[in-house]
């Protein structure tokens, strides 16, 4: 994983950058500083590379995902169906490789509560400022995410041990791979995202974990043609355009 420090975009947002370096315990740098940058501005937080020009902000409200929430197609859409939105059905979904939120917050919107875990520090304050944000706009969806920075294979492994009616219905997967291809080209905003959280290594764990720890089932988001993750069949698929959601039934007793 690449090197990275906290900046402030300017003087008014030092306060801010001091608080941030401290809590995520990196480096306070000049903003004009080559490398990656925890960068602090006027319109919030955001990853940065100077250097390349690449930048990440988590946006859940706005941009592509406003849109999205605005014309994907609602229950209708492919991670709705395989999540078990039906009629006035609304499991309680625990999202537990949250990421920057967008598969989440989709959920929320459509009236299910959500639980975002995050494991990595900095993306979680990513996530953490986005839904700030996004409170502004669209309180209701905000009122139903709760947001975690915790060990996602720690937790689901405490939840499989707890009884059965204080566990989620769901638990979405969407971890962090290798690209498949040593020539793949890897968009801006995936880069930056590998540079700081890597590759989710205990993917085959996790998978194991939350099938004991689901009431209903597990939805594991995958690209079309890759393989099952841990070489698991699943029960059934719902498969999109370029991905597909492996669904299997929750093992829990």
Known sequence: MTALAVAAADAHHAAHAVELA???????????????????????????????????????????????????????????????????????????????????????????????????PVIHALLRDGLARAAHSDPATCERIQLLCRDALELLRELGADELDTRPDVIYLDPMHPPRTKAALVRKEMRLLRAVVGVDADAD?????????????????????????????PDWQVTGRTTRYDVYRGQAT
Do not use: I, M, N, W
């Open 22 to 120: 401290a809590e995520l315990r990196l480096p306070l740098v000049e903003a004009s500083k080559d490398g990656l940058l925890l960068l602090v501005d006027d319109d919030g937080l955001r990853l940065s590379e100077p250097g390349s020009g690449a930048s990440l902000r988590c946006d859940l409200a706005t941009g592509r995902a406003g849109y999205r929430r605005r014309h994907g197609g609602g229950t209708g859409q492919a991670l709705a169906r395989a999540v078990g939105l039906r009629g006035r059905a609304r499991p309680d979904v625990l999202d537990a490789t949250a990421g920057l939120g967008r598969d989440g917050f989709e959920l929320a919107g459509l009236g299910c509560r959500v639980t975002l875990v995050e494991r990595a």
């Open 205 to 233: 764990e996790l998978v194991d974990a939350a099938l004991h720890a689901a009431r209903e089932r597990v939805v594991v988001k995958r690209p079309a043609r890759a393989a099952p993750l841990a070489g698991r069949e």
